[in-house]
């Protein structure tokens, strides 16, 4: 069954010299923080990493959901999570049999995400979707924020959404990239129940009535 709409920032967006700022306006209105991790191999960007992450974990409890678009995050899970890290997603590109990458997350106390890229057909990930606890429709090439809502990822978010009820998972269904007003509608629509949202929270005049905005236009 879908779970209610819930809203993770990406801080991808936010004012890297304000982070504490930007991350405490929206906390008591947001449901995860979505925390972008990329190493300039997997995607051709760098962001951010621990210290970043240790940082801002000494100034808020939210929940962080920690996209690691890297080739080996399988070497820093355990730092990832004494940096405070609560949910490590990595990409079925990587890791085309996740299994072990999830157990070395589990071992060191994390939840385990699988995202997949648009080109990235459904069957991919289908076999290992009972050991997540979230599944990452990624409906923009990773790498950059501000880019478009790729609708051509929607049959894949309804085959998710297919799967996780009728196997009777409580699996999050999340939606990374391009999610604004007019785009998270069709996305909760195909079944995701977990909407990252960059641009259109940390980049709007006031986030948090942005945030309120995506909520009601999920249909909450
Ligand atoms: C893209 C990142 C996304 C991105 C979302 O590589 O994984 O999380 O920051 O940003 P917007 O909402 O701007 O598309
Ligand atoms: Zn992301």
Redesign the pocket.
């Known amino acids: 069954m879908i779970k209610p709409a819930r809203i993770a920032p990406?801080i991808?967006?936010a004012d890297f010299a304000f982070l504490a700022d930007d991350v405490a306006r929206v906390a008591d209105h947001i449901d995860f923080l979505?925390v972008?991790v990329m190493d300039g191999h997997f995607?051709p960007n760098i962001s951010l990493g621990m210290p970043v992450i240790a940082s801002l974990r000494a100034v808020t409890d939210l929940k962080f959901d920690c996209?690691l678009?890297t080739l080996n995050p399988d070497a820093y899970l355990e730092d990832l999570k004494t940096a405070g890290g609560d949910l490590a997603t990595v990409h079925i590109e990587v890791f085309p049999d996740p299994r072990e990458v999830a157990a070395i997350a589990r071992d060191v106390g994390m939840e385990f995400g699988i995202a997949l890229n648009p080109p990235t057909p459904f069957e991919a990930i289908e076999p290992f979707i009972e050991i997540a606890d979230m599944v990452v429709v990624?409906a923009?090439h990773?790498?950059?924020?501000?880019?478009g809502f790729i609708d051509a990822v929607l049959p894949k978010i309804e085959r998710v959404r297919k799967f996780v009820d009728s196997a009777g998972l409580a699996t999050d269904v999340e939606v990374?990239?391009?999610?604004g007003g007019s785009t998270i509608r069709s996305a909760r629509d195909a079944g995701a129940d977990v909407f990252?949202?960059?641009?259109?929270v940390f980049r709007a005049p006031d986030p948090v009535a942005a945030v309120h905005e995506l909520r009601t236009a999920a249909g909450q």
């Open positions: 990406s991808l967006a979505h972008d995607v996209h678009m990624m923009v990773p790498g950059f924020g501000g880019q990374d990239g391009g999610i990252v949202a960059g641009t259109s």
